[in-house]
């Protein structure tokens, strides 16, 4: 389309491009060019036009694009491609469908929007335009089914020291699947997996993180929060992407290589808001409380309950909170 | 289209039907009718054409339709849907899209013909027409991902207990996929799973039965064979698909009720081919040779090594042979 062509044309340019110019790369009209950059700051671009100068793009910084990802990834070798979307339903039914039409990965899709973002337990995850990360990577591990869960905790590594390079803030990992900054949720992270039993077919990793948001509804103002906030300024996208997957290529290298989560469980542990913390585990058969002592090999969380046992806690089976708050 | 309509007109008066008739019905030509006759021809139906009398289909037992489909299953209230394909994909993709579209389930599909059928590990799947069962249950059972490996041996049951009902044969289990007469393979399940960890989204349980085959290359025969040269005549299949999931639904409620494979255990060890068997298992970290002595409840093959410790296989892990054949 005509607007994601000046778009990038913009982008690359980084000053003024005059509307002539612009017409002719394109070959089309001024009034084409004036409609495109109209659509553009629909969608929220700030594009200021002065005459004889022409059009530019600003607060670059702060927009996803294609050509922003074709800039951060281009010197990596993990990603075999990375698409950017403006608008999707949810990034992570894009990789379902990239897996069925044949796929290999890993494959990064980025979004701007989505229109039906999920969380875990299917409930909505609320992913407008402009303020987050929403974005979703397609892998193919050589993994036992069994042993996939482990991506959640290694992929909640690379969230969380991602967000520490880019921004400086101190990310911490609530077990299994959130990121929190000063015990607020930050970023959640839901891995799909398509199996036959014997072997992993694909896992979806969905990452959302709460970068730009200005603020949340009271109710959730307790639990959620957003890297903006927290640093009290905007914070830049995709510095934090990249970061995130070098992290990630590094730590999904390491475990694949030894087999094991052992390599990675004192780095796990360092980074656990929940360690040390009373916890309350909402078990199905029983809710107890205990302190949170650390992870295990397979990536359970360590209660030792108040009566002194000690139990490995799976995901799936429970939901722990904090006795003082989210964390 | 026409000529499934008049399949359905045929299989439903199970005599003659006129020409002249079937215009009227269908508001056709008699061109038309003789057409979609020559077509349904093709397709590898019998239709005897008698001047006067008009159209008869015959060998109807040996014919799987929607139309048979719905009166194997009128009186049941397992199954919300099923659907018949002349020609698919693969009944497992067939699943996936439906789901992927929001069915519920459980919903079957039964193809005539698969043209990219596949097994286990991603192994082809011969799947002509005429000669197999070819179906694949979209199911969204609550259970946690990390026992949905144990409805592979429910549906091993289901499929054993359902070719015995229907043909008298003596099939049996070998553990875990695949159903055997005489020690030679005549069935196969392939079952997949999309999960987000902590729950299942769905599953696809995928079977293959080899029914009407009347040879197999040589280089398989000592290992595969069909229910029709096992009994000596060609099998109907709609009663061998109507009792396997009558079997499954019931093999399915105990198991959900109970949330065990216990209660199942007995019948299964009954109907294990490989029970009190040498096996060879092919473990990636070493093979050894041992004696099968039955299951664990959670579905794990016991095997008596020869230096009498007991080990628990797990499917996935390994693969189990029999010293002196398939079996």
């Given amino acids: ?9 913009l982008l690359e340019a980084g000053d003024y491009c005059s509307g002539q110019a612009l017409c002719e ?10 409609k495109a950059v109209a659509r553009l700051r629909d969608e929220g671009y700030t594009i200021e036009a002065r005459q004889n100068r022409g059009y530019r793009l600003q607060n670059t ?3 996803l694009s294609q050509a922003s990802l074709d800039e951060a990834f281009a010197a ?21 469908r990239a897996a069925a039409a044949g796929d290999w990965g890993p ?6 929007e989505q229109t039906a973002g999920r969380g875990r337990r299917g409930r909505n995850w609320s992913s407008p335009p402009g303020s987050g990360i929403w974005m979703s990577l397609l892998l193919r591990p050589k993994l036992r ?3 996939a869960s482990v991506l959640t905790l290694v992929t909640a590594l690379a969230v969380t020291d991602g967000i520490r390079e880019a921004t400086g803030l101190e990310a911490a990992i609530k077990w ?4 929190v900054v000063k015990g607020k949720k930050v970023a959640g992270i839901l891995t799909e997996m398509s199996t036959d039993m014997d072997r992993i077919e694909f896992v979806v990793i969905g990452i959302g993180i709460n970068v730009n948001t200005e603020s949340f509804p009271e109710e959730i103002q307790s639990v959620a929060t957003s890297l903006a906030i927290e640093q009290g300024k905007r914070a830049a996208r995709t510095p934090i992407i990249a970061a995130i997957w070098k992290h990630f290529a590094a730590y999904e290298r390491l475990f694949e290589a030894t087999g094991s989560f052992a390599a990675l469980k004192e780095r796990y542990e360092t980074l656990l808001a929940n360690r040390n913390r009373e916890v309350r585990v909402l078990d199905p058969d029983g809710e107890y409380t205990g ?18 046992s000690l139990t490995a806690v799976r995901s799936g089976e429970v939901s722990v909170r904090g006795i003082y708050g989210y964390v």
Same sequence: chains 1, 2.
Avoid: C
């Fill in 1 to 9: 389309m005509l607007k994601d062509d000046i778009l990038k044309a």
């Fill in 25 to 34: 790369r394109f070959h089309v009209t001024r009034t084409a060019v004036w």
């Fill in 61 to 63: 910084e702060y927009l």
């Fill in 76 to 96: 990596q070798n993990f990603l075999k491609r990375w698409v950017f979307l403006q608008q999707t339903d949810s990034t992570n039914l894009e990789v379902k």
């Fill in 107 to 112: 494959t990064l899709f980025v979004a701007e």
């Fill in 145 to 147: 089914p069994e042993r």
């Fill in 176 to 179: 299994p699947n959130d990121v």
């Fill in 291 to 308: 302190t949170a002592i650390g992870i295990t090999e397979e990536g359970e969380l360590l209660v030792l309950r108040d009566d002194q």
